[in-house]
């Protein structure tokens, strides 16, 4: 089905639209946050790499108890929505407490650490929601609307965060995702959708050793997890590092980062656009094993910054912009064959599984990466992260997955 037929359907318009406006201000967030704590609170490397653990440490504890907690339920988009609201009315505590003057790193860090909660609450209920919306033959066309959503947010939402931060000083920048948040939950009271009511408690879709052990035997879940929980592992020692590296070292403004992520995100927008083509063309296989390359290589580009500033601000633009065409290529690949060789009946257990296992990465590589800041210096471990992280592909290049070249059945 064409892009445009597929938005056409009420349903999933709705749901597209409720992706996009929340995506749009998790972006603002994504700069406002590191920025508010390396110019108000005076953050360095360990602090930074204890702010962005704190947002990734509840995909270590909570997915698959959420996992096995949204399977028994059909009310995955309520669950959703909750989670929303839930996380506007945290997200507007920081300004509040930085109006009163008593704004602290280890109050971003708690707030961090409650809106991760609530955000895999979300991300987990979203896999079965996906699939109500969504039907199986369009799964690449709707994973690259959604993707493309989400390369959308990272061309406007970094750069409306630079100018809001600059405007508005970095607390108050964050009411642009209370408000994302908010609008998000109003779009998705406007859907419907068939959501599956659950499996009987004596399935083991429901165990969470179950969703384990259907990873485990699946040669094509298992070895895809495995080369995304690297990428992410190193991807989160570069990540906890490169806003201090790049503001710090490189000397770039707020207002200059935003605007460099955002017009370098266009390639997140190509990525969208040329996956679905590749995969005809190619095959899904192919396209997966090129995005576990095409998102991490072009990383090093950061590192390896040099020279006068426009050669400088040349490099960062690339890097951005290549890695977000890559992960575009990757997520949309990956999702699509995850959510196509999953039940319906364990879709949400075996996300959260994966989440666990993939996100949970995440904080172990932001804390590794602040130690690795302190102990060898920040660029050393950006050379670390952004080369550690394209040892990923080498799970997928021996496994099933370069030979598939169409979706499996249900």
Not at 38 to 63: D, K, R
Not at 130 to 141: L, S
Not at 253 to 269: D, K, R
Not at 327 to 353: E, F, H, N, Y
């Amino acid at each position: 089905m064409p892009a445009r037929a597929l938005l056409r359907r009420r349903v999933f318009r709705h749901y597209w639209s409720a992706h996009v406006v929340s995506l749009v201000g998790d972006q603002v967030s994504l700069i406002a946050l590191p920025l508010l704590a390396v110019l108000t609170i005076g953050a360095g490397a360990a602090e930074m790499g204890y702010l962005t653990a704190a947002a990734l440490l509840p995909n270590l504890f909570f997915p698959l108890l959420a996992g096995a907690w949204v399977d028994r339920r059909a009310g995955q988009r309520k669950i959703m929505i909750g989670a929303d609201l839930g996380r506007a009315a945290l997200l507007a505590v920081v300004p509040v407490l930085a109006l009163a003057g008593v704004l602290q790193l280890w109050h971003l860090c708690v707030l961090s650490f409650a809106i991760g909660t609530l955000t895999v609450c979300y991300e987990v209920a979203d896999g079965s929601l996906f699939a109500a919306v969504v039907r199986r033959p369009d799964y690449i066309v709707a994973n690259s609307l959604t993707n493309g959503a989400r390369a959308l947010s990272f061309v406007a939402g970094p750069s409306l965060g630079g100018v809001l931060v600059q405007v508005l000083t970095a607390p108050f920048a964050l009411v642009a995702d209370v408000l994302s948040y908010l609008g998000s939950a109003l779009l998705l009271t406007r859907i419907a959708p068939p959501e599956h009511a659950g499996a009987a408690p004596a399935e083991g879709g429901l165990r969470i050793g179950s969703g384990l052990r259907f990873i485990a035997r699946s040669a094509v879940l298992r070895q895809l997890l495995l080369g995304v929980t690297v990428i992410n592992l190193f991807n989160y020692v570069f990540h906890a590092l490169v806003i201090l590296y790049v503001t710090a070292e490189l000397g770039i403004s707020p207002g200059m980062l935003g605007a460099l992520i955002g017009i370098a995100s266009i390639g997140g927008l190509l990525g969208a656009a040329v996956t679905g083509p590749l995969t005809r063309r190619f095959g899904i296989g192919p396209v997966v094993v090129a995005g576990y390359v095409a998102f991490p290589l072009p990383l090093v580009l950061i590192p390896l910054a040099d020279g006068p500033r426009p050669v400088v601000i040349g490099m960062l633009l690339a890097a951005e912009f290549l890695s977000a065409l890559g992960v575009m290529i990757l997520d949309i690949g990956v999702g699509s064959l995850q959510t196509a060789a999953t039940p319906v009946s364990r879709l949400a257990l075996v996300k959260g599984a994966q989440r666990t296992v993939n996100y949970g990465a995440r904080p172990i590589g932001a804390l590794l990466g602040g130690v690795l800041g302190e102990l060898i210096g920040v660029h050393a471990a950006l050379w670390i992260g952004a080369v550690g992280a394209v040892t990923g592909v080498l799970f997928v290049v021996f496994s099933p997955v370069p030979r598939m070249r169409e979706l499996p059945d249900a």
